[in-house]
């Protein structure tokens, strides 16, 4: 058996996962439900899939005991699915991490401090009193201003900025193309033309942090721009000066929050949503898509804005109605008075 | 005359094109309707401008038939003019292709392969195992991963990031800042925390696809995200891992699809739209713009959300009335029935 | 005293201040209401921040006459105080400008010519006949293409790429991950295939801009794309083809605006706004957050469009009414007219 071959039995011992079935089966990849064969292990933890289950032509699927009765193959049973395939998934990742040292193109501020087991790609440069520690891995054309800090094991892929005093924790990951600790949107109106205010806070990055490609986040006007710990971003994200944003929330892509919001822990905030600026979003508060939030928030729960999607033409009509909606309302008030008199 | 001079009578023959008006005239250059002046030809085929054409300087016009008769000097006559255009305009695009080889500051893995006609560009850097053919660019700053392949006759403009994993077919074009291949927003939330879902797939590219600035295509879990043939994307898009785009599809600026959302053929989909995960949209659908899809939609037309634009103390009025618009509909029924009890 | 610290009464007399309280205070730094301690200035512009000032612990604040009556610290008085703030607050910012120079990493074409006072950083790329004038900074994996021009003082924070016929005036400031002067989103459709429109034009952006960090701006057609003096954009915003903004204009994170559309002078469009192509919005207009505008605007005032967020379930129900909103209407005006026969 090559290393990357793991009999269910072994799988099920190692993650402490139920067993149904022939425990000897190999397991040599990971697929899904509806493109794994022999060899391949295929997971269940959306119901929207289950119809793919009876189908499936994987050696073993790894789901919900309550789904375990309907799967045509043999099981790991876990109470959590996706967490489970999540760390079998992680024993067929082919990659390799790069290894330790600076790349002999770099280019490095003799005031910043690189720990000898750090990995600095090509193409990169760090600026004055920027310290980088072990494990971390700065990628290929990363630009490190001054008066960074880079945690431990973090990793920056590759063209990820970080313009001046960014602080990233421990584990933080970050995808190309990010930029961190660019100049907030700080401008004063003055006889008619705009004025910059200077920018002079910074982004405190907390330990586990995830930050998707092209996504932008500036530091703040005077105090820091801050994500608290294990929070997670989607790609194209837009975070303005002095947001903060409370642990463990996870935000979907091309979403934007404007300067000084604050975000609770534990929220979910969905794809394309945009957040006014200087308010304040309690915890465990669920955003669903494309929404707008103007105002504060200070009840948990699921919140939405928007009209659903129509044909054209049908849509047109009723925009145009939309338009005059308040004058309906007064309209019907009044026929309802009427009616009642 | 000068080697990008032609006369009407040549353009007419070399692209099949009907000619009214003097064939000598000739053209050195193209411009628009309205700043179009001697020498240079300008061209109508959207009927917004069709009030300018009365009033061109232009020396000539490429234009359909039924607009000739309106037209105040010597025509080109076409049955696609933006096509017609298209391919005169590109005579005059004073462009020069860089020439092949590799720039002395490339840093390119000894497992990659380059081919002898390919373009490299400064500060590139080429991974282990990737591939590039004959006849392709890879502008300044492009960070190209492990295990990516490029075709014949691509163009990475210029800090392009390939993650890794990422297939390109032959002629796809790529704009500055484009990230293609960064891990996929997959997380499991187990015991409070977020756990990262490893990203085991790829993304393929189709021939004949453009990938705007700024852009960016996550790989997949495990199937690979995928754009077919001659997929347009303009700037700014965000497209989620295991996406799937039928070939024709053109995308307009800041679109967003989420993940595992599979997209028809020859479908437009119109700026800043965003599109749920894990839906289908069939072939030839249009969505205009800004507007939000949730749900699946199977038959082709044109779609629309949203609200139109109005004063914004008026739009105030209608919005407040918008938050009770079923309480609304049901005081209405009510009516309704009562009176015609 | 260090050269980094001022008394109230230097600082009321250098920028023209009104002083209220002891014009011995040394300021040493600045901060916020709510953050500043001894030896730290503060501000009060925005009313929202109004509460904050009773329990200020800041040596000085900045204020209007009107607040200075509730500060319970010594103030300047200041007609807006936001632009006496920044004035104030950039003695304070600890940024060093990067000396002259070219970095030796640096590949420059032969025909480019760079003023000895500008600085050129490491691994940036300059193209054919591009001209970088005096005072000008272009920082870290910057690449410029052919053909552009960077004027006296301007600064390309990093990673910036101009990609060809990009003028920009003087002291335009551009943050990293920008992209101007990619090839607009320019397709013709023939025989069920797109087929590419060269882009021939430039980018031209005027004195004073600030462009934001991820922000795309493309070349025009056939004419420029432009930006007059002192434009403001924020990150993430995408403008398309051919669009021309006017003098003072100011747009906030993840706004677009599709080809062709003019936008007059003074306006202010907040985040996430999305504009139509081919249309023209005039001088002063202020457009709030999320809006879509799809028609051409040609009297000044604010303009909104979208619903209010609402709990989802409301929400829902409230949607799903207005999919039949016209219907509804409808059955109104025949019950109004029904009742009054």
Same mark, same amino acid.
């Given at each position: 058996?090559?290393?990357?071959?793991?009999?269910?039995?072994?799988?099920?011992?190692?993650?402490?996962?139920?067993?149904?079935?022939?425990?000897?089966?190999?397991?040599?990849?990971?697929?899904?439900?509806?493109?794994?064969? /022999?060899? =391949?292990?295929?997971?269940?933890? !959306?119901?929207?899939?289950? !119809?793919?289950?009876?189908?499936?032509?994987? *050696?073993?699927?790894?789901?919900?005991?309550?789904?375990?009765?309907? +799967?045509?193959?043999?099981?790991?049973? +876990?109470?959590?699915?996706?967490?489970?395939?999540?760390?079998?998934?992680?024993?067929?990742?082919?990659?390799?991490?790069?290894?330790?040292?600076?790349?002999?193109?770099?280019?490095?501020?003799?005031?910043?401090?690189?720990?000898?087991?750090?990995?600095?790609?090509?193409?990169?440069?760090?600026?004055?009193?920027?310290?980088?520690?072990?494990?971390?891995?700065?990628?290929?054309?990363?630009?490190?201003?001054? $008066?960074? /800090?880079?945690?431990? $094991?973090? @990793?920056?892929?590759?063209?990820?900025?970080?313009?001046?005093?960014?602080?990233?924790? !421990?584990? /933080?990951?970050?995808?190309?193309?990010? /930029?961190?600790?660019?100049?907030?949107?700080?401008?004063?109106?003055?006889?008619?033309?705009?004025?910059?205010?200077? =920018?002079?806070?910074?982004?405190?990055?907390?330990?586990?942090?995830?930050?998707?490609?092209?996504?932008?986040?500036?530091?703040?006007?005077?105090?820091?721009?801050?994500?608290?710990?294990?929070?997670?971003?989607?790609? =194209?994200?837009?975070?303005?000066?002095?947001?903060?944003?409370?642990?463990?929330?996870?935000?979907?892509?091309? +979403?934007?929050?404007?300067?000084?919001?604050?975000?609770?822990?534990?929220?979910?905030?969905?794809?394309?949503?945009?957040?006014?600026?200087?308010? @304040?979003?309690?915890? !465990?508060?669920?955003?669903?898509?494309?929404?707008?939030?103007?105002?504060?928030?200070? =009840?948990?729960? @699921?919140? *939405?804005?928007?009209?659903?999607?129509?044909?054209?033409?049908?849509?047109?009509?009723?925009?145009?109605?939309?338009?005059?909606?308040?004058?309906?309302?007064?309209?019907?008030?009044?026929?309802?008075?009427? *009616?009642?008199?």
């Amino acid at each position: 058996m090559t290393i990357n071959a793991h009999t269910l039995a072994q799988l099920a011992e190692r993650f402490d996962l139920g067993l149904r079935g022939d425990g000897g089966i190999v397991i040599e990849g990971v697929a899904t439900l509806a493109s794994a064969g /022999v060899g =391949q292990l295929a997971f269940l933890a !959306n119901p929207r899939y289950r !119809n793919e289950l009876a189908r499936t032509t994987a *050696s073993a699927v790894v789901l919900r005991a309550e789904d375990a009765g309907n +799967a045509p193959v043999a099981c790991l049973v +876990a109470a959590n699915p996706q967490a489970a395939f999540a760390r079998i998934a992680a024993l067929f990742d082919p990659r390799k991490l790069p290894a330790p040292g600076i790349h002999a193109s770099a280019v490095i501020d003799p005031s910043a401090q690189v720990d000898p087991r750090a990995s600095i790609g090509p193409f990169v440069s760090i600026g004055a009193r920027s310290t980088i520690a072990a494990g971390a891995i700065v990628g290929a054309g990363c630009v490190i201003g001054d $008066d960074c /800090v880079i945690g431990t $094991d973090c @990793e920056l892929v590759a063209r990820v900025t970080l313009v001046c005093r960014v602080r990233l924790g !421990n584990r /933080v990951m970050i995808h190309p193309g990010a /930029v961190l600790g660019a100049d907030g949107f700080g401008l004063a109106m003055e006889a008619g033309r705009w004025m910059k205010v200077p =920018q002079l806070g910074g982004v405190a990055i907390g330990d586990d942090c995830e930050i998707g490609a092209n996504t932008t986040i500036d530091r703040g006007a005077l105090d820091d721009t801050v994500l608290e710990e294990d929070v997670r971003l989607d790609n =194209q994200i837009q975070i303005g000066h002095n947001v903060r944003i409370g642990a463990h929330t996870a935000m979907a892509g091309c +979403a934007g929050v404007a300067g000084s919001t604050k975000i609770g822990r534990n929220c979910l905030i969905a794809g394309a949503v945009g957040i006014n600026g200087h308010i @304040e979003i309690c915890d !465990n508060v669920v955003i669903h898509a494309a929404s707008t939030v103007l105002n504060s928030i200070d =009840q948990p729960g @699921e919140y *939405s804005s928007g009209t659903a999607l129509q044909d054209h033409h049908t849509w047109r009509r009723n925009v145009a109605r939309f338009k005059h909606l308040d004058e309906l309302a007064r309209k019907l008030n009044t026929l309802a008075k009427d *009616s009642t008199q």
